[in-house]
């Protein structure tokens, strides 16, 4: 267990570390002028020159390198040419909302994605129906579902609130409007926030659920056929007791690593649903970055997701060997 | 080898036309001349709630891009006999 954690601690560094060399070659070969950006449209050519200067743009490409490397592994990730905060309180402001509507977002998806493969196990009437809706909306680009959800139960219905995380005052610690109020106690706000969720958390779990209801619906007809369910069957359990007991555990795995896989993707995929319900997280802070060519908020970002992205499928690999004695974590 | 490659690629073109779509949506697609289905749609986000068939006209083909290339991407794989 040790030897694997360290190998894999190990995998994550080697891997993120690839990760910067390649936000910093995007960067240098990129047309926009970070110096530029930051001193406005309008300054002299001997200001922006001085501003090379000071932000280190006129250094060798791998003094630059070595120099951001250093600061991330003292905890300094640069200071943003936009907001002109330190990137680092930057993602501490705009990451836990972020981490709010993933997570939800991800337990809808792995309900929808239990769903679309045991109705098929279980035999419920209208699993196909189901099946073909989601594959369906699966389909769509993310955007657009967002734009119907925002017609129907916002325009239509007005049931829904189509903006911001919520109406009340955040009263932290977290900075997790939900979580927040759900732990000072105030039902009003907690409502609120999770009305403010709905949409977005929904529109953002579709394509998740459909990927992984995929693989965890091949998995358990390929469990259904082997003999140890036919001898449960022939026991006189019922359909429901043999997919519960047989065939679950044993047919978990794929689908689980599937989640690991599609949890880090959620993160990259938030930035468009986050644009359109104007939730202030990282992907607003991102989507509002890139345009402007500020490249220390790109590469934090870029960081922090990945490090998001490495450590989650770690984390799966061990809940696989919980689900599956037979695979050791090794 | 090269029937998985194909069947892969083909399933893959899906996936491709959504975030190629994602991307313009966001404004990080080709400059406003030229025509973009997710750059058409979020230039039209303010006339969501008055005229939803302008911004989500464009949406809807990327739907059907997106379908089209799924069930071509099926269809591939169930003609050629891949091996597991």
């Known amino acids: ?330 | 080898m090269i029937p998985t490659a194909v069947v892969s690629a083909s399933l893959d073109i899906a996936n491709v036309v959504l975030l190629l779509a994602a991307l313009s949506f966001l404004g990080l697609g080709q400059k406003a001349p030229a025509p973009e289905l997710g750059a058409d749609t979020a230039r039209a986000l303010s006339q969501l709630l008055s005229q939803w068939w302008v911004p989500g006209i464009p949406g809807i083909a990327v739907l059907v891009l997106s379908l089209i290339a799924n069930l071509g991407g099926d269809a591939i794989r169930n003609l050629i006999p891949v091996r597991r």
């Open chain 1, 1 to 330: 267990m040790l030897a694997f954690l360290t190998r894999r601690a190990a995998a994550a560094v080697v891997i993120l570390l690839t990760l910067s060399l390649v936000i910093f070659v995007l960067q240098a070969v990129s047309p926009g002028d970070p110096a530029r950006a930051y001193v406005g449209a309008n300054a002299s050519p001997e200001m922006v020159a001085a501003e090379r200067q000071r932000l280190g743009l006129n250094d060798p490409f791998f003094t630059r390198y070595f120099h951001f490397l250093g600061g991330v592994f003292t905890g300094d990730l640069g200071r943003s040419l936009r907001t002109r905060q330190s990137v680092v309180s930057d993602i501490a402001t705009y990451l836990p909302a972020t981490a709010e509507l993933v997570v939800t977002a991800f337990l809808i998806a792995l309900v929808l994605a239990a769903l679309y493969a045991l109705s098929g196990a279980l035999r419920w009437p209208g699993a196909a129906l189901g099946r073909g809706v989601l594959l369906l909306l699966a389909a769509a680009p993310p955007f657009l579902l967002a734009l119907i959800g925002i017609i129907v139960f916002f325009g239509q219905l007005g049931w829904l609130p189509a903006r911001g995380v919520g109406d009340f005052e955040d009263p932290g610690p977290f900075g997790m409007q939900a979580l927040d109020t759900l732990l000072h106690g105030q039902p009003d706000a907690f409502v609120n926030a999770l009305a403010h969720l709905a949409l977005p958390a929904v529109v953002l779990s579709i394509a998740p659920a459909v990927a992984i209801g995929r693989v965890f619906r091949s998995s358990l007809r390929a469990v259904l056929d082997v003999d140890y369910v036919r001898t449960a069957r022939s026991k006189g359990l019922t359909e429901f007791q043999v997919v519960a007991h047989h065939v679950v555990r044993n047919g978990i795995g794929p689908a689980l690593s599937m989640g690991g896989l599609q949890l880090g993707f959620m993160f990259a995929g938030v930035v468009v649903v986050e644009q359109v319900f104007s939730w202030p997280g990282i992907g607003n802070y991102l989507a509002a970055s890139i345009p402007v060519a500020d490249f220390p908020a790109i590469a934090g970002v870029t960081l922090v997701l990945g490090a998001i992205y490495v450590v989650s499928n770690v984390v799966v690999d061990l809940l696989q060997a919980v689900a599956d004695p037979r695979v050791t974590a090794e």
